[in-house]
T-cell receptor
Framework: GNSVTQMEGPVTLSEEAFLTINCTYTATGYPSLFWYVQYPGEGLQLLLKATKADDKGSNKGFEATYRKETTSFHLEKGSVQVSDSAVYFC??????????????FGQGTRLTINP | GAGVSQTPSNKVTEKGKYVELRCDPI?????LYWYRQSLGQGPEFLIY????????DSGLPNDRFFAVRPEGSVSTLKIQRTERGDSAVYLC???????????????FGPGTRLTVL
């Protein structure tokens, strides 16, 4: 079945450091891939997405590229801020002919940025 | 505009009791999803509605769990004879169509934290 494996956390970085959170997936077909973020005390928010191979999703300085050959969708940011502290979830969405367009999530990576 | 709302935000109950959790999706969204997020884990799919009908309930853990969406808008997740293992955050999401459209995005509510004592 479909699954997502994320880099285990927690991850602690200093402000302005470079961030990478690894994500790999197993899926049949060609799923859409997502990064969701959960800020403290808030609900899940879509950060970025990519719907086909070699697509790059980007938002708020974060980027992730859909790599079919390595089945990966790693999240990167060149210079993190304290406000980026949150839990990040990688997810895939299958596009079945029938049934739910359900999301399958990784376990989440807690990111803390120190000033 | 208004996002997905869920009530209550917190629910504490005793083992064996019945609970109802409510989700109010974004207006006009035909697809509605329920997920469950256990501590330290990612959300797990429970059930999907397309309009009023439960199109996929394959994620419901057992027959104590049931959900309805009688008018194609608000949905209620019902849990009978609650057990301590049911303690989790229950998330609701909605999307415009849910019908295999690559541009469709699921928008999540803030969740209901259920604690079973």
């Amino acid at each position: 079945g479909n699954s997502v494996t994320q880099m285990e956390g927690p991850v602690t970085l200093s402000e302005e450091a470079f961030l990478t959170i690894n994500c790999t997936y197993t899926a049949t077909g060609y799923p859409s891939l997502f990064w969701y973020v959960q800020y403290p005390g808030e609900g899940l928010q879509l950060l970025l997405k990519a719907t086909k191979a070699d697509d790059k999703g980007s938002n708020k300085g974060f980027e992730a590229t859909y790599r079919k050959e390595t089945t990966s969708f790693h999240l990167e940011k060149g210079s993190v801020q304290v406000s980026d502290s949150a839990v990040y979830f990688c997810a895939l969405e299958s596009l079945p002919i029938q049934g739910a367009q359900k999301l399958v999530f990784g376990q989440g990576t807690r990111l803390t940025i120190n000033p | 505009g208004a996002g997905v709302s869920q009530t209550p935000s917190n629910k504490v109950t005793e083992k064996g009791k019945y609970v109802e959790l409510r989700c109010d999706p974004i207006s006009g969204h035909t697809a509605l999803y329920w997920y469950r997020q256990s501590l330290g884990q990612g959300p797990e799919f429970l059930i999907y509605f397309q309009g009023t009908g439960a199109a996929d309930d394959s994620g419901l853990p057992n027959d104590r769990f049931f959900a309805v969406r009688p008018e194609g808008s608000v949905s209620t997740l019902k849990i009978q004879r609650t057990e301590r293992g049911d303690s989790a955050v229950y998330l609701c999401a909605s999307s415009l169509t849910g019908r295999g459209v690559r541009t469709d995005t699921q928008y999540f509510g803030p969740g209901t934290r259920l604690t079973v004592l």
